[in-house]
Structure formats: structure tokens, C-alpha cells
């Protein structure tokens, strides 16, 4: 082939996704994982069990693969270890400056502001004395949001102050304030960017939230929002890639106001959980398209084929143990039901144990689809509910 | 997942597209292949090298693997080992007497007749004598086909005795002879049939031959041929599958006669290579379908989600050698074109490399890329042409 091996940090579901669509071209790759029972594990030959954020595994796991290539299925790596293999003429994407970045909340922040790109309003802070002075002298209003610059993952160095009762709950950490945009409509909208500098942007997917647990109840695409917002949206993630120069995939979370605005929250320089439908509903997979990027190949086309929409398959509430399917079955009957599981042996509550993708020929097929497995898929403990 | 670890016969093309779509579901395979470099290898963390018509070998493999489930991704295997491993509680689909009666053609041809299944009239013969003898009482007419009854695969083993001449070229090797179908239209339909004894078809493929190289030149579907035939064609492979009472995929191969009868030629019970397309054509893929079928699942919709062709990507003559995949980025600049490169590592003239599935709006559209990918995508070897 000439395309080399690829070294894959993580082998979580992402990077099992990665696996499967690799192998259409037989791009052979090692992976890497804390977790002995990664889902990727099973499908590949070569695997690695390591800590992410040890530079010297990581360099020993590349290394040792004779990697090509190295690429991630999560950002909390050793960004240390990925400037030292670029150094060594290891072809290194997302690029170590582009994780570097990413991985301090602060600095995206001040990034985009430097480059112009729209994004909520917000204010540096040490710490939660910065947080109360901010509040006492007036400069900033409830709703916020405080996010830790650093060591934020899936919730976690996140705060809402929305009432004044949450004040005492804002964490004493550097970070930054930011205005919450409320009633906002959040999308996201996968970016590819290849190793020539093309990019291309996947249609831009609305997550629905369930707003009594503030939990996202699915992602749907394409979003209800009018065509010209969304084509503002994919223009505005195009425009975020071409900034950070990045090299593989850029998931670009936003949200479009209730004032009519787009502001860019976050970005991750990867394959995204909210680009698994692709894999069905698109003409090339996010996973397709991340390889493509950057191993040099032309990009593919991003349109969707279907109306599509994603649940989240999560761990039942009181269970936790072995898992089971629960309506596996019953619910794949059902035409337009693609199902993913990740092989995770134990169910904890609302832990990821895998997704669904419902495809149809109109939104409100899709939406029907959504309610079915909703009313038959569950993710419960062989041990029974705790 | 209470599905159970699966062992797969054959580590091809064929198993490696097996674990492609087993990754969607978790379903954890070993895979044994003759080969130690097969296309499968990569991505599995368990490969076993191994003869597959050995049959202690495949006793010690699936044993070993603790497997609870037995598929095939090739005939060509030792039936004793299946039968033996189903005698002790292992499932195996298709089951040992599929295989049985698969691997001998004769015996193929018989249960075709008993079963009322159309197929082209056919005359046992012991040897060269035989068909002498047949041909000099005028029993049998050119053109004929003499097919060995065992140990016929991938062309070997059948003989084309078109005109006088080719007489002499007659097989002295137990088979039969059997009428050609003149100026025919080859179709073939994959059916699925489940644990519970569900079945669904394909919609038929239509082998598009270079007339001159008798060699397949590209598949189709939707074929040419009249919706009324189609369905026929649909009917019938779904009637061979009951009879045989096979469990999983099976190819029916059919000849359509410029007499407007369906002939059925033979079966393949494991995915097949008139099926690729279906992975990205149809709304589930033939390698999802027979995993759906053998581990209890429901089938899953088999229509076509757009018009499709495949073309085999096979080493170019004159080239032998380590692969080189010359076009492919060129080929990928496209839209609707979907490569796939099994990873040999060594291209022989008309070796199976790969395949490039095309997918378009009309028929038009498709033949358009056809002709795209012919003229770009070639597999030399990077010693150069010999």
C-alpha cells in the first residue's frame, strides 16, 4: 500500500469504529488503551495495554508497532510523547500543537477570539474567589457555565450557576466563566481536513435534550433549524479547521441563540459521538473520512443518504454488573434500526454501552423509530437491578 | 451479549469483511486461514494459521477458542470436524450436511431434481470414456460443460466443450456433462435464512461479462432483466434455500436462458462474492445478514438503497510482485465510489486484490464510474511489469 501502519491512541468504541472502516483498505493498525478489555481490542492483531498520558509508554507502544502514522480516539494522551515521534519523522494527526491547544479549555477560548470566530462570551478565572468577585462587582450575570481550563471530560470541571444557590458550588480552579446561552439549539458539525488542505463539512447534527435531566435524549440530522443557518454552521466549522490548521477530523459543537447567533463551544480533533450515524446515513462514515484525511487520500462525500437520527444506549439506573441486551431482538424486527455495541462487559448507569441508528425516509419516520427503541432496548445487569 | 464467540473457516476477503460487520455488534470471532498472512489476520486478536480440510486441526482450533458458534467463509473445509463439533453441542451453520452436499456437484445436481429446482439437464459420467461415449450416441450435444464433482473451485475442475475440437480437453474425472446455456444472462441471489427458518432475499446481481475473456467483467443490480423475472429469480433461490434447510447465507447462482427459463447452476452457503456491494448498496450487508442469521437474530432488510455495480480489482497482467495500488487516490477523488484492498501483499496476474463498489442515481450514473475506476485503478506489482 505504502500507507504505513497506524498507531491508534485509544481503543475505545471510537477507535473500535476506526478498526472496522480501516480495514476497507486494509490500513493495518496497533492499538493502545488503559483498559485490557477495550472494545477495540478484539479486532485488531495488535494491541497494547498502556497509560495514555505516560509519554514513555506511549513512545515505547509507536515505536515498538513501527507506526507510520499515529492518530487518537480520545485527547487525553501524552501530547509530550506526540511532539517527540514528529520529531522522529512520524507523521503525527491531529497535529501535538492542535491536542495541545484543545486540551486547555482557557486557550480555545482566547483562541477564538483572536481569530475572529464567534463564540459566548466569557471571563478568565483563578479560581472560585475570581468567580465571586466577578459576580459581586457586576461584570458577569447568572446564567453561567465555569469550566476548568484543564482536566475537563464529559462533565466533569463543568458548573452551571444558574441561581444563586449555585454559587457555592463553583469550583476553585483556574478556567473561565462564560455566559450560558439559554435556549440555545446545540449542533454540531463534523469537519474533515485532509493532509492537502481540502476540507469538507458533514451536515450539521441537532442534539435533543430531555430538559428535566439535561441529558441528551438523541441527535438528529438534519437538524430542524432553517437551511441557511446550518450552511452558516458548516461555513463557521470549515472556518474553525482552516484556524487551528488541523489535519484528520474537528467535531465543532455549537450553539445557535435564541438572538440568532452561532457561538462556537468546543471542538474535538477526532472521530465524534455525535458523527456515528455516518457510518449509515452518510455517503462516507466519519471513520472513513478521519482515515482518508490523514493518510493523504482524497476526502469523500459527507451528504446523508437518509434522514437519520442517534440514541445513546446507556446503562440502565440500578444496574451495574454483566451486561444484557435487554429487547436486542424485538428491536432489530424493525426496518431502518442499526445497532452498535461496544462490548463493554460491565453496565453501570448511564455508562456508554453502545448506540443506535435510526434511519428513514422523513423525520417523522425516524422519530417513530427513535420512540420504538427507546419503548425496547435496554441496557440492564445480568445480577438484576441493584 | 449471550451470543457467543464465534469461529470463522477462512480468513480471506470474505472473513475479513465477516469481522467488520461482527465488530458492529460486539461479536467476539476467531479465524483460522491456511494462510499466515491473510486478509483477516490484521483484525482479529485471534487467528489461528491452520489446514482447513485438517481435520484434528479444526477440532483443536474451535475447542481452543471456546467457541459456541461455527460459520465458514469457504466450502472448502473438513465436514468430519463440523460434523463432530456439532455432535458435541457447538452450533455450526450452514450446517455439515449443506457443506456435504455443496462439495459434491454431483450429488448438487441431483437434490436439484429431486427437488423440482430447474437446472440445466445434465448426464452423470464416470470419466473421459463416458463422455465419448454420450457424445457418439448422440445422448448430448455441444455445447456442453463437463464439471468435475469434487474438488472443482474457482474454475478448476470445469471444462467448456464448445466445439469438436474441445472434445479432446474432456476431464477423465468422475462429474458430469451438462447443456450450456446459451447466450444466458447469469444472475445470482443471496438469500438469508435464520435460526427460526425467516428468509429474505437480495434483490439478484447481474454478471456483466467481457465476452471475449469469458472473464466477469463487472456485477450489476438492479439487473436489466424484467421486474417479473427478478422476482421469479427471488422466489426460486428463496425455495432452494428451504430446501436445503441452510442456515445462514446462501448464493443461488442462476442462469436466466434465452428460453426465459431460471436454471439454477450452484450454491455457496457463506457470503459471496456477487455480495459486496450490499454493504454499502443495501440496507443491511450480506456479512450482517449471515451474522443475524446464525446467532438467532431477526434478518435484517435486504433493498437496495441506491443502483450498484461491482468491479473486481484483480493484479494486472505481467505483474507479479509486492502491491502497488496505482490510481487509488486519483479513483477516490470521486463520488460514489467505495474501495476496498484485502492486504495481500503479493499482486499475481487476475488475483483477487480488492473490489471498488459503485454506487449512482440511475444505471447511467454507475456505468459512468465503471468506466472511471477501469481506466484509473490498476494493481501492479512494484518490481514493475515482468
Redesign the interface.
Known amino acids: 500500500?505504502?500507507l504505513g501502519k497506524i498507531a491508534i491512541l485509544g481503543g475505545g468504541q471510537l477507535g473500535?469504529?476506526l478498526?472496522?472502516a480501516a480495514?476497507?483498505?486494509?490500513l493495518?493498525?496497533a492499538v493502545m488503551d488503559p483498559d485490557g478489555e477495550a472494545?477495540a481490542?478484539?479486532?485488531?492483531?495488535?494491541?497494547v495495554q498502556g497509560d495514555l498520558k505516560d509519554t514513555e509508554a506511549v513512545l515505547a507502544f509507536v515505536r515498538g508497532a513501527r507506526a507510520e502514522l499515529v492518530t487518537v480516539e480520545i485527547e487525553h494522551v501524552s501530547v509530550e510523547a506526540l511532539y517527540q515521534l514528529q520529531r522522529e519523522g512520524i507523521r503525527v494527526y491531529p497535529q501535538p500543537e492542535v491536542l495541545e491547544l484543545i486540551g486547555d479549555k482557557t486557550a480555545q477560548k482566547k483562541f477564538y477570539l483572536e481569530h475572529g470566530i464567534p463564540t459566548a462570551p466569557f471571563w478568565e478565572v483563578g479560581g472560585k474567589a475570581d468567580v465571586l468577585a466577578l459576580l459581586e462587582n457586576k461584570t458577569v450575570q447568572l446564567p453561567l457555565y465555569q469550566k476548568a481550563g484543564r482536566g475537563g471530560y464529559d462533565g466533569r470541571g463543568v458548573v452551571a450557576l444558574t441561581t444563586a444557590d449555585d454559587v457555592e458550588r463553583a469550583l476553585d480552579i483556574a478556567g473561565y466563566l462564560e455566559e450560558a446561552a439559554v435556549a440555545a439549539t446545540e449542533l454540531c458539525v463534523i469537519v474533515a481536513r485532509n493532509v492537502a488542505g481540502k476540507a469538507r463539512a458533514y451536515p450539521a447534527v441537532e442534539s435533543m435534550y430531555y430538559r428535566q435531566a439535561n441529558m441528551v435524549d438523541y441527535l438528529l440530522t438534519p437538524s430542524h433549524l432553517p437551511g441557511e443557518i446550518l450552511e452558516q454552521a458548516a461555513e463557521l466549522a470549515l472556518r474553525v479547521a482552516e484556524a487551528f490548521n488541523c489535519i484528520g477530523l474537528l467535531a465543532v459543537e455549537m450553539f445557535y441563540t435564541a438572538q440568532g447567533q452561532l457561538w462556537v463551544n468546543e471542538c474535538a480533533p477526532r472521530p465524534h459521538n455525535t458523527g456515528h450515524h455516518t457510518i449509515e446515513a452518510c455517503?462516507t462514515s466519519q471513520y472513513s473520512q478521519h482515515l482518508?484525511a490523514i493518510t493523504?487520500?482524497?476526502l469523500?462525500?459527507t451528504h446523508l443518504?437518509?434522514h437519520a437520527a442517534t440514541v445513546n444506549l446507556v446503562g440502565a439506573e440500578g444496574h451495574s454488573g454483566p451486561?444484557?441486551?435487554e429487547g436486542?431482538?424485538a428491536c432489530?424486527?424493525h426496518?431502518?434500526v442499526?445497532?452498535?455495541?461496544?462490548?463493554k462487559k460491565e453496565t453501570r448507569p448511564f455508562r456508554k454501552m453502545g448506540h443506535v441508528t435510526l434511519l428513514g425516509s422523513s423525520a417523522q419516520e425516524v422519530a417513530e423509530r427513535i420512540a420504538m427503541v427507546k419503548q425496547t432496548l435496554r441496557v440492564v445487569s445480568k445480577r438484576g437491578a441493584a
Chains 1, 2 share one sequence.
Open positions: 500500500m505504502g473500535l469504529m478498526l472496522q480495514a476497507d483498505l486494509h493495518e493498525c472494545p481490542r478484539a479486532f485488531t492483531a495488535e494491541f455517503a482518508r493523504g487520500l482524497p469523500g462525500e443518504r437518509e451486561a444484557v441486551y436486542l431482538a432489530m424486527e426496518a431502518g442499526y445497532v452498535h455495541l461496544y462490548g
